[in-house]
Structure formats: C-alpha cells, structure tokens
C-alpha cells in the first residue's frame, strides 16, 4: 500500500508539472532593456495615471458603438468568467486600457487568452504574473516596486498594454516581432502566431449606427 501511495504521489506531481507546462507554455520571460530616460518616463507617467477605467465618449454614435463592444464580448466572455460584476468590471478596463494604449481591444483579449486564459492570479515558471503576464522587474523600472499589484485587474492590463505598446513602438509598428519582445522571444514564431489566432477569436465589426 504505501508503494502504491508513493507511486500515486509522484504520478500526481508528474501531472501537475506537466498541466504547469501546458497552461504556461506560451508565457515567455520578457527582457528587461536598457530604456531610454523619455521612454521610461512616458510609461512611469502612464502607469501612475489614477484615473478610473470608464469608458468616456465624444458623442451618442461612439456611446452606441462600445455598447455593441461591451455587450458581445461579455457574451463571449461568459464561460471564462461567469460572474456578471467581475466580467463587466474587466471588460471595461480591457477597453479602457487597451484603447488608452492606441490598441485594438480584441488584440489585448487575445493575448490575454493565450497568456492566462483569463486566471487574475496566473503565476508562470517565468515568474510572470496575472492577466498579461507581466514580469515583476517592470514594477521597479517604471513603478513603485510593489510587485503584489500586477494581481490588481486594472494595474495588470495598464502595465501590460502600455509595454505592448512600447514595443509596437520599439519595433516601428510590427506587431509580429512586437508580440515576440512581449513574450521574451522575439523572431521565433510559435507565440506571434498564437496571439493572432486568438485575436481572430475576439474581432469585432459594429453594426451601423446612425449619427445625429
């Protein structure tokens, strides 16, 4: 009985290795680089900024428009985070943040996907951490060193959008070797490809909306 005990132990954490393996296989190690003091000062200000992620709009057709957003990922989204609250709560920081970063949203959510799968406390080997997987290092370059906030919804998806976007930057607008800085594998395709893919998954084309 006890070999079998021991037998059951080691076949379990052999499981749970490889379930680890899976979950994270996509979630890289970004680099810490050498950043200019402009650049670094831009996403320290980004970072930093308190306003709350509410959607604010120019006019009523804009209004229409992200209603249509809201309330087709919400019913895309529902599987993967049942709660209405939290999932109304996390799509409008998605849109807030992403459309803050001059993304388009359904590019975050994708990424996302393939990140965390939408788990808040998604830990990975890396040491990569919440929704967007962030390193803990970018709290030190351009925060406030207190790592335990990349568990916070709303500072994870400004971290990650606005590194997403730095590296959009860093690479002159290829989104290909943008998404491979993100995941600390630049050149290699096997993760630009993944975000794409689920990117395809998160689109969306509004209906017509009449302006006034």
Request: glycine share 8%; proline share 4%; net charge positive.
């Amino acid at each position: 009985m006890a070999g079998q005990g021991g037998a059951r132990t080691l076949l379990s954490g052999a499981l749970l290795v490889a379930a680890l393996a899976f979950t994270s296989a996509h979630a890289g190690n970004q680099k810490e680089e050498a950043l200019a003091d402009s650049v670094r000062l831009a996403l320290s200000n980004a970072i930093n900024d308190a306003r709350p992620p509410k959607p604010v709009f120019r006019d009523e057709a804009g209004r229409l428009r992200y209603q249509q957003w809201f309330n087709e990922m919400s019913g895309r989204l529902k599987k993967r985070i049942p709660d209405e609250f939290s999932r109304t709560e996390f799509l409008e920081a998605a849109w807030y943040e992403a459309t803050r970063a001059g993304l388009d949203p359904g590019l975050v959510l994708g990424l996302i996907q393939v990140e965390s799968a939408y788990r808040k406390y998604a830990v990975s080997i890396a040491g990569a951490r919440g929704y967007m997987q962030v390193m803990p290092f970018w709290t030190k370059v351009i925060g406030d060193s207190d790592r335990r906030k990349l568990f916070h919804m709303q500072t994870n998806l400004r971290y990650g959008c606005s590194i997403l976007r730095m590296y959009i930057d860093m690479e002159r607008g290829n989104l290909y070797l943008a998404l491979g800085r993100y995941n600390g594998s630049r050149g290699k395709p096997q993760y630009p490809n993944a975000v794409l893919s689920a990117w395809k998954k998160w689109e969306f084309t509004p209906a017509a909306v009449a302006s006034r």
